[in-house]
């Protein structure tokens, strides 16, 4: 069972930038796709970006896209996002997420880490 964790968060201003990362435990990160989801209390989780688990695919969620890219370093067994040209909206705990390779999409995660704060200022 892979663990994760998340690091990289702050407080940052309006238009400024982030780098958030998510180390995991285990031999066998790179078998798991990786994926960026944020929370604000009171609102559902929302995806914000995943890579496959050999890194070829990459999917966004509108709302950052062209300003967020996640990336990987399987060597590091860790994941990234990238945030660029941050907005007070983007404002939430950032939590990290993986899910094994081949499980249908409907699969849940196989493991999520403790979240991270982006706290973005106007």
């Known amino acids: 069972q892979v663990q994760l964790v998340e690091s990289g968060g702050g407080l940052v201003q309006a238009g400024g930038s982030l780098r958030l990362s998510c180390a995991a435990s285990?031999?066998?990160?790179?078998?798991?796709?990786m994926n960026w989801f944020r929370q604000v209390p009171g609102k559902e989780r929302e995806f914000v970006a995943a890579?496959?688990?050999?890194?070829?695919?990459?999917d966004y969620a509108d709302s950052v896209k062209g300003r967020f890219t996640i990336s990987r370093d399987d060597a590091k067994n860790t994941a990234f996002l990238q945030m660029n040209s941050l907005k007070p909206e983007d404002t939430a705990v950032y939590l990290c997420?993986?899910?094994?390779?081949?499980?249908?999409?409907?699969?849940?995660?196989?493991?999520w880490g403790q979240g991270t704060q982006v706290t973005v200022s106007s």
């Open positions: 285990g031999r066998t990160f790179s078998s798991y796709s």
């Open positions: 890579i496959s688990w050999n890194g070829r695919i990459t």
């Open positions: 997420a993986a899910k094994s390779r081949g499980v249908p999409i409907s699969a849940p995660y196989d493991a």
